[in-house]
């Protein structure tokens, strides 16, 4: 059984950085991509950043590039998701997801873990 668990979410105040961590245990998570996705109330879900098996590729939705970065240390099966300069537009609850590389970004995840909460005060 493949289990996802997110961390480090918070309060911070506009401008400020948060680091989420998705520490992955069960199956291959080290083969396999990883992405965050958010959902802000009332709101579908939305893509965030994602990167492929060794970080080789990542990718970004357009409104976090220059300001959060995806990595992940294998050894330790656990991704991360470095905010930096974070807004208002950035609350939302963050999800971890995993699986087998299917040619997408946005869908076809095996794995979701259970979100963890990001406020971003003005």
């Known amino acids: 059984q493949v289990l996802l668990v997110e961390s480090g979410g918070g309060l911070v105040q506009a401008g400020g950085s948060l680091r989420l961590s998705c520490a992955a245990s069960?199956?291959?998570?080290?083969?396999?991509?990883v992405a965050w996705f958010r959902q802000a109330p009332g709101k579908e879900r939305q893509f965030v950043a994602g990167?492929?098996?060794?970080?080789?590729?990542?990718y970004y939705e357009d409104s976090v590039k220059g300001r959060f970065t995806i990595s992940r240390d294998n050894a330790k099966n656990t991704a991360y998701l470095q905010m930096n300069n974070l807004k208002p537009g950035d609350t939302a609850v963050y999800y971890c997801a995993s699986g087998i590389p299917n040619g997408s970004w946005y869908e076809g995840y095996d794995y979701w873990g259970q979100g963890t909460q990001v406020t971003v005060s003005s």
């Open positions: 069960g199956g291959f998570f080290n083969m396999w991509s």
């Open positions: 990167a492929t098996w060794n970080s080789e590729t990542t």
